[in-house]
């Protein structure tokens, strides 16, 4: 079977982690509490700041956000060894920016992902990624945001989401845990 895996906030904690980034750059210690509130998939508010202004920090810090020691999902990494060991296709796309994709693909291989490097998608907008979702002819898809899995709803690729604040309300086959998933 084919699967297919958004990378951030679906197999790895970057939220987060950039949380954590942003209370010590910032100086602050404003607990998890908070951000597990979030409706959003942008953290700014949470430290006062608007939508700008929260874009220049959260660009400003891409590189400590994307690479250093942001978490794996708990039984994520073990559940897509699983799969490639069994012969499955694994499949990343990641909208990430295009500068940031050779880095991106190798971090994930340092993680401990089975990567191919032909599977490995990065550096598109949100329709393109639609777009290579569905010419891809995936057998499942799993990612955190509903505007992209709302728009697979009509293709025969099963569509997850993974459990976050912010998409609490979609109407989407739930994934909370990685290590709790099975097919």
């Known amino acids: 079977m084919r699967f297919g895996f958004d990378i951030d906030d679906t197999l790895i904690n970057l939220r987060e982690h950039a949380f954590h980034i ?8 404003i607990g998890l509490e908070v951000f597990r509130e979030l409706k959003t998939v942008e953290i700014h508010e949470a430290f006062g ?16 956000i994307y690479f250093t020691d942001c978490p794996v999902f708990e039984g994520a990494l073990e559940l897509l060894t699983e799969l490639e060991r069994q012969g ?25 992902f089975p990567v191919h490097d032909e599977r490995f998608y990065c550096g598109m907008q949100d329709q393109e990624k639609i777009n290579i979702i569905k010419d891809l002819n995936l057998d499942y898809y799993f990612d955190d945001k509903p ?22 309300d979609a109407g989407i086959l739930r994934v909370e845990k990685w290590s709790d998933f099975s097919f």
Do not use: F
Request: hydrophobic share 30%.
């Open 49 to 64: 700041m608007d939508a700008e202004a929260g874009g220049r920090m959260w660009n400003s810090l891409l590189e400590e």
């Open 147 to 168: 505007a992209v899995l709302d728009t697979l709803k009509d293709i025969s690729t099963k569509v997850y989401v993974k459990d976050q604040s912010y998409n609490r």
């Open 88 to 112: 499955h296709e694994i499949y990343y796309i990641t909208s990430r920016p295009k500068q940031y994709c050779s880095q991106t693909r190798q971090w994930v291989k340092d993680q401990g």
């Open 22 to 29: 942003y209370n010590r750059k910032l100086n602050l210690s």
